[in-house]
């Protein structure tokens, strides 16, 4: 305890207190929506602030690795072609609002890489950040859920949450696999076991429990397939092999508690049942709004019909629905193939950058390859949720994302450029527990077919 009192911590620079103040606004999920102000609500406020202060913070440095550029060019392409349709196409505020949610995600990813890069500690301290903030949250919908303080039969009162939480379950099973890396070389010693090194799952098992209790679809299956996911991105035989036996634990687990538990087994299978395989799965009304956005699109199917339009057409068609449960349904609708294949296009890049910088820390044993499986991780459960669900629209889901990702890209950087370079690269150690002071290593990169060891 006493090298926390005689330690040093660094002042953040501007960058980085945005990024944790966008951290701490978005650990409340939607429950700042409850307020209003000047006729916003609260959530809308927070989005419009933390955009402007965003922005602000990249125009105060407007710098950016070179090699990031090809991953980003999409993403800006998508954000000025949003821009573009308010030529034609005047929306009301929540079009407003999914706009600056648009672009304070590219701007977040930006800020977030750039700071990185400058500094890769801040990977660390971003991190630790999301799962920090998360714990009050987690414990408070348990107690909230689990007292029956709340109904939440139907989904809605905690799918923010819910959406919020795939974002910190990737986070936390990152930081699990990161307690078992690197892995040991054959022939050295396995270090020994430590009880520590497993409350990341036990965290993200609780935060599921919560998501389960509060009955959303969406989150629990993504949470569900994440978990696999964490062993079978690294690659290897013996990862895939972990995988498939957690997928098929998780799925036996899965079926057992949706057939014993019937409020979820309602949830899954009644109401606005859809056909799939013989089996009938609960829409909850979402063929019904598809359909309107098929059946409306028209000629405009190149271009899209501008920012929001679906939300709109959906209101007058369909009232207090408001939204197409299926983002890239509304891509398609607001944007047209145009805006849909440019996000298309950023996350092939992205994914493509990702998987790189993966395969690389996995080849020299790099510290980085947490950040790249949490990046990878928190993307996969996100586009999952966007089939079913308004997740882009979501401030408090897009901007951690955008955070774990920017920061995925900025490290990656630096260590390619270490590699490339053959000079040190010194980082905290991801992988130690939150509750240690920080222990820098450093690694030196000579070659690629050479295992760099670590000076402590």
Known sequence: MATFVNSKIKSPTVG??????????????????????????GLGALSLAGGGAVWAAWLLRPVLPKRLLPVFLPLIFFGLDAIGTLLWYRPGMDGVQLLVVGLTFLGTMMVAARETAADPDVARQMRTAL????CLPVLAWLVILSAHLLPAEDGNATRGFALYSMI????????????????????????????????????????????????SRTALIATALIIPLSLIYRGSIKSLIQGAVMMAIGAT?????????????????????????????????????????????????????????????????????????????????????????????????FVNRTISNLRRSIRNRSPDYPQHLAALLALTAVAFSMLTDNSYCYAFVMFPLAIVMGCSLGLGTVYQEAELAATPVVETVFFEPIVRWEIPITRVRISNDQIPTPNQ
């Not at 047209?336 to 092939?348: D, I, K, Q």
């Open 16 to 41: 980085q207190a945005v990024l944790l103040g966008l951290i701490s606004f978005c650990c409340l999920s939607d429950s700042s929506r409850q307020v209003s102000i000047a006729g916003i609500s």
């Open 168 to 215: 910190i379950s990737s986070v936390a099973l990152a930081t699990w696999r990161g307690f078992a890396w690197p892995e040991p070389v054959r022939g050295q010693p396995r270090p020994r076991w430590k009880w520590t090194s497993v409350w990341p799952l036990v965290f993200v098992c609780l935060t599921a429990y919560v998501v389960m209790l509060g009955m």
């Open 253 to 349: 687990i899965f079926a057992a508690v949706l057939f014993s538990y019937k409020p979820l087994y309602d949830r899954f299978f009644k109401e606005d049942a859809v056909k799939v395989g013989g089996v009938s799965i609960n829409a909850t009304g979402r063929t019904k709004i598809w359909n309107v956005l098929f059946t409306t699109i028209g000629d405009d199917w190149m271009f899209g019909k501008g920012i929001s339009s679906s939300e709109d057409i959906i209101n007058q068609m369909i009232p207090n629905i408001g939204q197409p449960h299926n983002d890239y349904l509304r891509f398609w609708y607001d944007q047209g193939v145009l805006g849909l294949g440019l996000w298309f296009t950023f996350l092939a890049g």
């Open 131 to 134: 799962l920090v903030t998360s």
